[in-house]
């Protein structure tokens, strides 16, 4: 069986460290959705800072990133928080484990 830690993000540089650090070496993988929401003040609708780099030094092979959706070959937001966090939820096979948890 695989355990899954479950992260949604936006510009967490400050904070992810500290949350990966004290999960990864329990799960088996961690996804990671960045993105902001439509209704979320953003300038971007991708992480700017480091979140992304941090995550990769820290989970290597058991990451995987899942960035905010594509249209017209452009990032756009994704439409809610709820659109955001079916998007892990897809990718997790029936009968898996998982863990959600908040950058912070």
């Known amino acids: 069986m695989v355990v899954y830690a479950c992260y949604i993000v936006y510009n967490e ?6 949350s ?3 999960i990864v070496s329990s799960v088996d993988k961690v996804i990671i959705v960045d993105g902001s929401w439509t209704d979320f003040n953003s300038i971007s ?4 800072d480091k ?24 990032y756009i937001p994704w439409k809610n928080q ?23």
């Open 45 to 48: 609708p991708q992480s700017t």
């Open 20 to 22: 990966l650090n004290s």
């Open 82 to 104: 709820v659109e955001k966090r079916n998007a892990y939820m897809q990718i997790i096979p029936d009968g898996s484990w998982f863990i959600i948890l908040d950058a912070d």
């Open 51 to 74: 979140t992304k780099i941090i995550a990769e030094t820290i989970c290597g092979v058991k990451l995987i990133w899942i960035d905010c959706p594509k249209e017209n070959n452009k």
């Open 13 to 18: 540089e400050d904070k992810i460290a500290i």
